[in-house]
């Protein structure tokens, strides 16, 4: 079975990836996240996801000194989009509010590129999910930004947490929202031989063991 290497930092992602029984290593990439010069949201988020594989694919290779074809890694990158621009991270709690007055009682997308490489082999999917939010107002907005969950977001909310009373409606993964969409991630790695799903049925206990175990906890 081949080893999965998970290319990022995010401990949402992590949390995201041990839901479909997949036992994995964390390394961290080193990439720049800044924007090109007209650079779609969509072609953004491409290159960053591979160049994470990448970035971790080097470093790999420069502990073992060889190529590995028996890890495979597993990159991605998130971005809110909003009339074609990117919003990042927010810089602080002016921008956090900017960035949520913006999404206020409008409709964005959520675009996430996974990214899996084993080897010289690379595989991409891009998944897009559509998010509108109710008017939000600026104290509102300002409460937020205090309970800390906006400072490591992009687009500044999380959808898992408080973000969520903000949302309307979704159209699309809910996972890739959150960072990870799991779908299009489970296909990818089962591509590269990475199954989800057990091959075998687990046994089950028999009555006597059943019996057994409550005698062990009653005592």
């Known amino acids: ?10 401990p949402r ?19 720049s996240e800044s924007v090109h010069k007209n650079e779609q949201p969509a072609d953004y988020v491409a ?16 502990e073992t000194g060889t190529l590995s074809t028996t890890r495979i890694i597993l990159a991605a990158d998130t971005i809110v ?21 913006r999404l206020s009682a409008a409709t964005h997308q959520v675009i996430t590129s996974v990214t899996v490489r084993c080897g010289n082999r690379v595989e ?37 947490g408080l973000g969520s009373i903000f949302i309307e409606r979704l159209s699309g993964s ?6 990870l969409p799991l779908t299009e991630t489970a296909v990818l790695l089962g591509g590269f031989g990475l199954e989800c799903l057990p091959q075998e049925r687990r046994p089950q206990p028999t009555e006597e063991q059943n019996l057994d175990k409550d005698v062990v906890q009653n005592g």
């Open 13 to 31: 992602r992590a949390d995201l990836l041990s839901q479909i029984n997949l036992g994995f290593k964390v390394l961290v990439p080193e990439v």
């Open 174 to 179: 809910y996972s890739n929202v959150v960072g």
């Open 124 to 160: 991409t999917a891009l998944v897009e999910t559509v998010v509108q939010f109710r008017a939000i107002s600026l104290e509102e907005c300002s409460r937020y930004w205090l309970s800390g969950e906006p400072a490591d977001k992009a687009g500044a909310y999380g959808i898992q």
């Open 81 to 101: 989009a909003i009339d074609g621009d990117i919003l990042g991270k927010p810089g602080g709690r002016s921008d956090a509010i900017a960035m949520l007055q």
């Open 47 to 62: 290159r960053v996801s591979r160049q994470k594989a990448e970035s971790v694919a080097a470093l790999l290779e420069r």
């Open 1 to 10: 079975m081949p080893e999965l290497i998970l290319a990022s930092s995010s």
